[in-house]
């Protein structure tokens, strides 16, 4: 059966359990799980535990049909909107699970990992939503660079910051996380390159920059920064940008809808310069290796779903202008 609501913040476990999840988490982060790991097991690992319990069983006792019992309630499990859950979050509670109760064995207290042997639910093979082409791309940087539009000094600013970082995001393909946690040393503007210490995953690689990307962040580091530090004087001042992951990129989605709307570009969030970016190399005759390398790709496939996107793209130019096709 789908759950209910999510756990309050005992997580609604029994002693037992809790005792062991909150070991659990202790031993993920003294294992040097990355923060955003560590929360989301803290949010997803509670439902499995919840329902090993409604079954009147030890998670410790978990067998492969209880493994695909949970997966099947997470497939019926409803979102607060009403709608049903999407493939991908139920393969992220199920990984979580699945953490779990490998640490279960390393701990002794199971013999084997009940999720290591089912069929998990896969996720459809679908292009990025809300890739804009270069058109739109174009309008909605020329919109981002009025930002001397604005009459109020505070405004000015705050665009004026998402100017710098939508430029920097379309050029280099960097997700919005590793924006944030940038410094100015990362940035070598002799070379054109920005060092990526805090990728996904923890992995670190190069940015690559254009001529006009290079050109504003030295304006912006060498003159427009400490201008702008003094709107964010209670954050870390050695950021680059000054605010961490969450705060930045809630800022940046906030200005994006607003000169999405104001420039008729259908709306993207951050991360929509990095599948921007990818698609337009495409197009532009890149090589898919070389793609994969600016975007820092581990592996090809996931360089391959632009090649996707240009495929529904020259089906719309094929049923518009082959001669056999109905007018």
């Not at 609604?12 to 988490?25: I, N």
């Not at 060498?222 to 680059?240: D, F, G, N």
């Not at 969030?269 to 390398?293: C, E, K, M, P, V």
């Amino acid at each position: 059966m789908p759950f209910a609501s999510t756990p309050n913040k005992s997580y609604g476990l029994s002693g037992e359990h809790l005792a062991l999840y909150r070991a659990f988490l202790a031993e993920e982060e003294a294992r040097g799980r990355r923060p955003r790991g560590i929360d989301s097991l803290r949010h997803r690992t509670p439902w499995f535990l919840r329902f090993m319990e409604e079954r009147e069983k030890l998670a410790s006792e978990a067998t492969v049909a209880d493994a695909y019992a949970y997966q099947g309630s997470l497939v019926e499990r409803m979102t607060q909107a009403g709608t049903i859950f999407s493939s991908r979050s139920v393969q992220s509670y199920v990984a979580a699970a699945c953490t779990f109760c490998d640490w279960l064995c390393r701990s002794g207290s199971a013999l084997d990992n009940p999720f290591a042997n089912i069929r998990r639910v896969r996720s459809p093979e679908t292009v990025p939503e809300g890739v804009i082409n270069e058109r739109e791309m174009a309008r909605l940087l020329d919109e981002l660079g009025r930002w001397d539009a604005y009459t109020n000094l505070r405004d000015q600013r705050r665009r004026y910051l998402i100017h710098v970082i939508a430029e920097l995001q379309y050029a280099s393909g960097l997700r919005i996380a590793e924006v944030a946690a940038l410094e100015a040393r990362d940035i070598d503007l002799g070379r054109a390159l920005v060092q990526v210490r805090d990728g996904k995953k923890g992995s670190q690689r190069f940015g690559f920059l254009n001529d006009y990307a290079v050109e504003l962040l030295e304006l912006y580091i060498s003159v427009a920064r400490p201008l702008c530090a003094t709107e964010y004087q209670s954050s870390a001042s050695e950021r680059l940008f000054f605010l961490d992951f969450g705060r930045l990129g809630h800022v940046v989605n906030g200005e994006l809808k607003t000169a999405c709307a104001r420039s008729g570009v259908p709306r993207i969030t951050s991360h929509g310069f990095r599948h921007a970016l990818g698609y337009h190399l495409l197009r532009s005759g890149t090589n898919l290796r070389h793609i994969q390398a600016i975007l820092g790709h581990k592996m090809l496939k996931d360089t391959e779903t632009y090649t996707k996107i240009d495929v529904q793209d020259v089906k719309e130019v094929f049923d518009a202008c082959h001669p056999r096709m109905y007018p």
